[in-house]
Every structure is written in C-alpha cells, then in structure tokens.
C-alpha cells in the first residue's frame, strides 16, 4: 500500500502526517482489502490526480469517511498489541 496516498490526502485537509502513518484499518495490508475498499482507493486517487476540480468532493469525503482519518503507525501498532 502507498501510504502517499493518504499523506496527500491529509495534506490536502491541512493535517500535515508523519510517513509512518497510515489509516488503521489499513494495519492489515492490501490484502486484508476488499474490492469495495480497493475501489475506494482508487476513486481517491483519481479525485487527488486533479484537487482544484474535484476539492468539493475531497472536502466531501473528509468530512464523512472516519476511516481514512483514524491513523495508527508502528509504535502504536506494538502498545495496542502488547497491552489490549
């Protein structure tokens, strides 16, 4: 997974992250995805290829998809699997 993805996305939005982070549902890699899931990502991308047209739409999905705004990085990763 190409966490430059979701580096932009957040950029975008003003919520500048660190490399190591990515969503937490994306802990378990790409192929922990389903199809839906995968075509998501791909519908990001093609909206992020072009963001002055398609800034509504991004601001849109900011706003209603929690799942790409819940980040996790490693350090996070090993503290919730030591300790839950």
Known sequence: MNIDLFMD???LMNNEIFYSYQ???LRGGI???RESELCELDSLAELLAEPDQNMER???LWDTNEKWSVLTNNTQNVYHDTFR
């Open 23 to 25: 969503p937490l549902y």
């Open 58 to 60: 991004i601001r849109h």
């Open 31 to 33: 192929l922990s995805l």
């Open 9 to 11: 996305f957040h950029a």
